[in-house]
């Protein structure tokens, strides 16, 4: 039997650096530390930006780092 010859390459780890464009509500509330609740209420607002694909509902990650500075500045 043969072997197959590796090749040493450096192991690049899969998509950590990467930031999704869209979160689910569990994401959201995870990252923003806000209730689902509270997150429903944003997004009737229209406080954050958001789609249903389907059942799920997806929230834009921009939106909820703008909700911070909106905050912030208000």
Known sequence: MSRVPTINR???SPAHDQIPIWATVD???RLSGIGRS???ELIAANALKS???GRRRLILV???RGLGS???AA
Do not use: F, M
């Open 10 to 12: 450096p192991v690049q």
């Open 27 to 29: 994401d959201a509330r």
């Open 38 to 40: 509270k997150l429903y």
């Open 51 to 53: 789609v249903k694909v």
């Open 62 to 64: 921009e939106s909820i």
């Open 70 to 72: 909106s905050n912030a």
